[in-house]
């Protein structure tokens, strides 16, 4: 994911490689923190790629910084509210929390 995010923002050398990794790194545990499977967020497929390479691009792109955190938040409850991306007992907690008026 790295290197298609360089080639992306057209970065050709490893200047930075380590401050993208911590982002690569952090879109993953905020992926996780809302509960989605995390065998799909360490083997993803494309839709989660383009969650984490849309999370990491709010951070390089400064000039459309907004854009892709608000596309990045759009993408995230998009994965949060289908059932195939969530961990069964959070899914399961929710709806028990909704239930009981919580």
């Given at each position: 994911?790295?290197?298609?995010?360089?080639?992306?923002?057209?970065?050709?050398?490893?200047?930075?490689?380590?401050?993208?990794?911590?982002?690569?790194?952090?879109?993953?545990?905020?992926?996780?923190?809302?509960?989605?499977?995390?065998?799909?967020?360490?083997?993803?497929?494309?839709?989660?790629?383009?969650?984490?390479?849309?999370?990491?691009?709010?951070?390089?792109?400064?000039?459309?910084?907004?854009?892709?955190?608000?596309?990045?938040?759009?993408?995230k409850d998009?994965?949060r509210h289908?059932?195939?991306?969530?961990?069964?007992?959070?899914?399961?907690?929710?709806?028990?929390?909704?239930?009981?008026?919580?």
């Amino acid at each position: 994911m790295l290197e298609d995010i360089k080639k992306i923002q057209g970065i050709n050398h490893s200047d930075f490689d380590d401050t993208i990794n911590i982002w690569i790194e952090s879109a993953k545990l905020d992926l996780k923190s809302i509960g989605i499977v995390g065998t799909l967020i360490d083997n993803p497929n494309s839709l989660i790629q383009t969650a984490i390479i849309t999370y990491v691009l709010s951070f390089i792109d400064v000039s459309n910084a907004e854009l892709y955190a608000n596309s990045y938040a759009l993408q995230k409850d998009v994965l949060r509210h289908t059932s195939e991306y969530i961990v069964d007992g959070l899914l399961k907690d929710e709806s028990e929390e909704e239930n009981n008026g919580i």
